[in-house]
Nanobody
Framework: VQLQASGGGLVQAGGSLRLSCVAS????????MGWYRQAPGQQRDLVAQ???????NYADSVKGRFTISRDNAKNTVFLQMNSLKPEDTAVYYC???????????WGKGTLVTVSS
């Protein structure tokens, strides 16, 4: 299982970015897909995750600003980030869990920097 994330970059506070993550899963199918983030010196925390049926949950800090979605046919998960704040600055990682054997895979991360 391999993941490739993209879409990070530098944006001013109040701006928007959209992250994408494509999963190559071979013979497996995907259960949950999600995004985590890790700021310098901090632990990696859940931002949002979405089930195969489309049920999503979010960290309180991003509710109302971020939206997670997925394209099951393309094994892709998206994170639309609006009204970005400097405290959203972090490396964002995508994560998938397969249906079979609950294999957990992480992408390499994409840096999001929000300037004030």
């Amino acid at each position: 299982v391999q993941l490739q994330a993209s879409g990070g970059g530098l944006v001013q506070a109040g701006g928007s970015l959209r992250l994408s993550c494509v999963a190559s899963v071979g013979i497996f199918s995907i259960n949950t897909m999600g995004w985590y983030r890790q700021a310098p010196g901090q632990q990696r925390d859940l931002v949002a995750q979405i089930s195969s049926g489309g049920a999503a949950n979010y960290a309180d800090s991003v509710k109302g600003r971020f939206t997670i979605s997925r394209d099951n046919a393309k094994n892709t998960v998206f994170l639309q980030m609006n009204s970005l704040k400097p405290e959203d600055t972090a490396v964002y990682y995508c994560k998938v869990v397969t249906r079979q054997y609950s294999i957990v895979a992480w992408g390499k991360g994409t840096l999001v920097t929000v300037s004030s």
